[in-house]
């Protein structure tokens, strides 16, 4: 399996065409299909199903395009790396993007004491940058709880508690301190990465919400909450894509959440990567 037969199969998955791809690679057809049946024998599966509007991806397909993605951003980086040696170094960050608050007073501390060097950022959910630090795109990760912490090593660097974000026309009545309690009463927007950690705290307290929509966009969710659809329950750090909301803090201390910054366990950590280590650890 080449990087170059990689890098045809992604362009095939993204375009869902052969001939597009093609066309993008600029090389002819032929030769171009004649590499994923290269790849589909050495593999000895079935990547594509073709269909007569193009191809679409089997199970194994995939589960390659996946790990290629992965693969190819790791040689990318690794090629500017090489690239740059010598004359700048390259520090890897994985960050979800309401992290990215919490990070900027250590990356700006670190940037001044280190003017030779630059940053590549990997966007993503957790889970994505676990994988990404797990194989080797990213030297460290910006992450939030819960999540798994096998594998890893990490130091924590905020908590925070969980917000109601509430529709500018709802009241809600409560004696005092906003508690899980008071919402039973009002439909609730869940961000499903939190999804099992808040109806956990709600199980805990024998209460059972009434769920109006799950979604894997925050930021988008605040449209529903200015429709005055529902109240959405969100990390504290979300307050930046709250402008013109009512925004509560919930008194659950159940529900607090942990950034921490991890790197790989088992894995000496480069010098470069230890001196942004000592940084947001001291």
Request: charge should be negative.
């Amino acid at each position: 399996m080449e990087i170059r037969q990689l890098e045809y199969f992604r362009e095939i998955a993204t375009t869902g065409s052969i001939n597009e791809a093609a066309r993008r690679l600029n090389m002819s057809q032929p030769p171009l299909s004649y590499q994923m049946k290269q790849l589909e024998a050495e593999l000895n599966v079935t990547l594509f199903e073709r269909t007569r509007t193009g191809v679409t991806l089997t199970e194994a397909g995939k589960l390659l395009y996946e790990r290629a993605e992965n693969l190819l951003n790791f040689v990318s980086s690794t090629r500017q790396e090489v690239a740059e040696a010598g004359k700048k170094r390259v520090l890897r960050i994985g960050m979800t993007p309401t992290t990215v608050g919490t990070m900027m007073p250590f990356i700006s501390e670190f940037a001044r004491k280190n003017p030779d060097v630059n940053f590549e950022v990997h966007d993503g959910i957790t889970y994505t940058l676990y994988n990404y630090l797990m194989d080797g795109i990213v030297d460290v990760a910006v992450v939030r709880t819960p999540l798994r912490l096998d594998g890893v090593e990490y130091t924590e660097l905020h908590q925070e508690p969980m917000i109601a974000v509430i529709p500018s026309e709802m009241r809600l009545e409560r004696e005092c301190g906003l508690r899980l309690k008071d919402l039973m009463n009002s439909p609730l927007i869940l961000y499903r990465r939190y999804e099992k950690f808040i109806m956990d705290a709600f199980s805990a307290q024998n209460l059972t919400p009434d769920i109006f929509c799950l979604c894997d966009d925050a930021r988008g969710a605040m449209l529903w909450v200015r429709e005055g659809l529902a109240v959405a329950i969100f990390p504290e750090s979300m307050r930046c894509f709250c402008e013109g909301l009512h925004i509560e803090t919930l008194a659950e201390p159940a529900l607090e959440t942990k950034i921490l910054l991890i790197w790989k366990k088992g894995k000496q950590p480069t010098s470069l990567v230890q001196k942004f280590l000592d940084i947001c650890m001291k």
